[in-house]
């Protein structure tokens, strides 16, 4: 199995839980204010790995502003995003 199929799983998965519970819709809504950059696909991506998530960035990010990631910890699996390219 691929990534992008295994990632098309974790958001089919959690889509039904987003329009069918208002508790989890206002949660989705509160992260999506926290990562306004990225599209609703991948909000609802990051919110499915790392509910309590308010920042997300790359590797390369977390490095230029100063901020190391732990060795052995894992990202959230998003989709490509042409958005979030920078010039």
């Known amino acids: 199995m691929g990534a992008d199929y295994r990632a098309r799983q974790i958001y089919q998965s959690v889509i039904h839980d ?3 519970n ?3 819709w206002q949660d ?3 992260l999506a204010g926290h990562i306004y950059r990225y599209e609703f696909e991948n ?3 990051v919110y499915a790995q790392k509910p309590h998530a308010t920042l997300v960035a790359d590797y390369d990010t977390w490095k230029k502003v100063g901020r190391y990631v732990r060795r052995g910890s894992r990202g959230a ?3 490509h ?3 979030l390219k920078q010039n």
């Open 18 to 20: 987003v329009t069918k």
């Open 28 to 30: 989705i809504l509160k």
């Open 81 to 83: 995003s042409k958005a």
């Open 77 to 79: 699996a998003v989709f």
């Open 43 to 45: 909000v609802v991506m």
């Open 22 to 24: 208002e508790k989890v």
